[in-house]
């Protein structure tokens, strides 16, 4: 009998190329789940982003694992290039259909709660990544999910390109955007970051 830390350690070093062949062609259930463990907090915070609802992303990213068990499921089904795309681009489409269902429109108003009287050694981390959320919240949706992919969850330009089904100009054009928009909005909260700055 093995020793599941010791699958679970060997599962670690394995690509997501490499778990998806052991589930598919050995039914290895500690393959799928060591994805999930990689990729289920980052695809539920993507998700957030979309649908600002954390039942709603948590509901989405379950339907994601789902269709993506569905998928290896199928022979003819082939994984090709970089798994976290493919996970991202399903997640994204999930959480698209549940707006469109819904009838739901993003806001794009600039966030409030940016006290000037606070300085920037008043914040806490905790404090630094709210900002931070009310400052991809109130960005148009099109440039939140550019820059979350990009800029958070670590994708290439060309990676978030392909998850968006846009040119890889487009993604450099709205994460420029999104930059000096929540730059723009930081100095009128009298909050100053380098980090934002789009020179």
């Given amino acids: 009998m093995t020793d599941p830390s010791t699958d679970e350690d060997r599962h670690r070093e394995l690509t997501d190329l490499e778990l998806i062949e052991l ?4 039914d290895d259930l500690g393959a799928i789940t060591a994805l999930v463990r990689r990729y289920d907090a ?8 979309i649908l600002r609802h954390d039942e709603d992303a948590a509901d989405v990213a379950q ?13 003819e089904h082939e994984v090709h ?3 976290r795309g493919w996970l991202w681009s399903i997640a994204r489409n999930e959480a698209i259909d549940r707006l469109r ?6 806001t794009t108003g600039m966030p409030r709660g940016l006290d000037p009287a606070i300085s920037i050694n008043d914040y806490s981390a905790a404090d630094a990544r709210l900002v931070l959320a009310g400052l991809l919240d109130a960005l148009p949706a099109q440039h939140r999910e550019a820059i979350t992919l990009v800029w958070l ?13 846009v040119a890889i100009g487009t ?6 955007r999104a930059r000096t ?4 909005a930081v100095s009128r909260g009298g909050l100053i970051t380098t980090a934002l700055d789009p020179g």
């Fill in 63 to 75: 339907t994601t694992w789902v269709r993506v068990l569905t998928a290896l499921g199928r022979p």
């Fill in 171 to 176: 993604i450099k054009s709205r994460c420029a």
């Fill in 42 to 49: 980052d695809l539920r915070m993507m998700v957030r982003r």
């Fill in 81 to 83: 290039g970089i798994v």
């Fill in 181 to 184: 928009q929540m730059a723009a």
């Fill in 101 to 106: 269902r819904a009838r739901c429109r993003p």
């Fill in 153 to 165: 969850r670590g994708l290439s330009v060309q990676e978030a390109a392909d998850v968006l089904g």
């Fill in 23 to 26: 589930y598919r062609h050995h």
